[in-house]
């Protein structure tokens, strides 16, 4: 089978560099998936799990927001940050799953705008984070 180079960059370096057979991933305007030989595109990219599969095994990671580009049999993700399911502290996220649910308890009753913002992300990167652990536990 064909492989696509996947690049995985975050502002700490690079965190996966390879050849696989196909990449999944959490684009702004749904979830896509490439194989080799893809034609040219850029998406934005949102929280969430990006997964992919070589030689029949399948990895998990967990990224937040960036973009990414196919050009050349190569994609390229630039995320915020990138944790693999299988390193991923799931008590820590549970934590912060609830810190998050709680505060956005709190900024229903106020009307922090920013406070609601900041608590919707924090959810939605534990809640990822619970959803690739998992993926990766299978």
Same mark, same amino acid.
């Given at each position: 089978? /064909? #492989? $696509?180079? %996947? ?14 057979? $196909?990449? &999944?991933?959490?684009?702004?305007? @749904?979830?896509?998936?490439? +194989?080799?030989? =893809?034609?040219?595109?850029?998406? &934005?990219?949102? &929280? ?15 990224? &937040?927001?960036?973009?990414?580009? *196919? ?10 940050? /990138?944790?693999? @399911?299988?390193?991923?502290? *799931? ?7 609830? !810190?998050?649910?709680? !505060? +956005?308890?709190?900024? #229903? ?7 609601? *913002?900041?608590?919707?992300?924090? %959810? ?5 984070? +619970?959803?690739?652990?998992? +993926?990766? !536990? =299978?």
């Amino acid at each position: 089978m /064909a #492989q $696509i180079q %996947l690049e995985v960059v975050t502002p700490n370096g690079a965190v996966v560099s390879e050849e696989v057979d $196909i990449v &999944t991933a959490p684009g702004v305007g @749904g979830e896509f998936g490439v +194989l080799a030989n =893809h034609a040219p595109f850029l998406s &934005t990219i949102k &929280t969430g799990t990006l997964s992919f599969k070589k030689d029949r095994v399948t990895k998990y990671l967990m990224v &937040t927001g960036g973009f990414t580009e *196919v050009s050349n049999n190569k994609i390229t993700f630039l995320v915020e940050s /990138a944790e693999f @399911g299988n390193e991923i502290d *799931v008590d820590r996220a549970l934590r912060a799953k609830e !810190r998050a649910e709680k !505060r +956005l308890t709190q900024t #229903q009753q106020a009307t922090e705008k920013i406070n609601r *913002v900041r608590a919707e992300a924090a %959810l939605q990167r534990a809640m990822a984070r +619970l959803r690739t652990a998992e +993926l990766a !536990r =299978h």
